[in-house]
Nanobody, 116 residues
Framework: QVQLVESGGGLVQAGGSLRLSCTAS????????MGWYRQAPGNQRELVAE???????NYADFVKGRFTISRDIAKNAVYLQMNSLKPEDTAIYFC??????????WGQGTQVTVSS
């Protein structure tokens, strides 16, 4: 019913930048939150950033000052501008959407690889 499609991942040198995009399609009556999670090999999936409700933003401590999350409500889209990337940022990044009924949806993930 709801599909999330991510794009923008790739290979970048340390200190470089990438911009991730996620667009939701389908029947969505209310979005509680949209955000980005990441999962490195052998690790658990962790929150990177999210926009909640009317626009409150939460960032993980390890990305504060480097990443910026934004959204386009009309497009049901969320973006993640990633600057000053570090090798430890290497992971699969997943888009997440939480509806007003607290039903969650995940994108397929986009690979981000940061080399030194």
């Amino acid at each position: 019913q709801v599909q999330l499609v991510e794009s923008g991942g790739g290979l970048v040198q340390a200190g470089g930048s990438l911009r991730l995009s996620c667009t939701a399609s389908g029947i969505i009556f209310g979005i509680k939150a949209m955000g980005w999670y990441r999962q490195a090999p052998g690790n658990q999936r962790e929150l990177v950033a999210e926009i909640v409700g009317g626009g409150n933003i939460n960032y993980a401590d390890f990305v504060k000052g480097r990443f910026t999350i934004s959204r386009d409500i009309a497009k049901n889209a969320v973006y993640l501008q990633m600057n000053s990337l570090k090798p430890e940022d290497t992971a699969i990044y997943f888009c997440n959407l939480l509806t007003s009924e607290r039903r969650g949806y995940w994108g397929q993930g986009t690979q981000v690889t940061v080399s030194s």
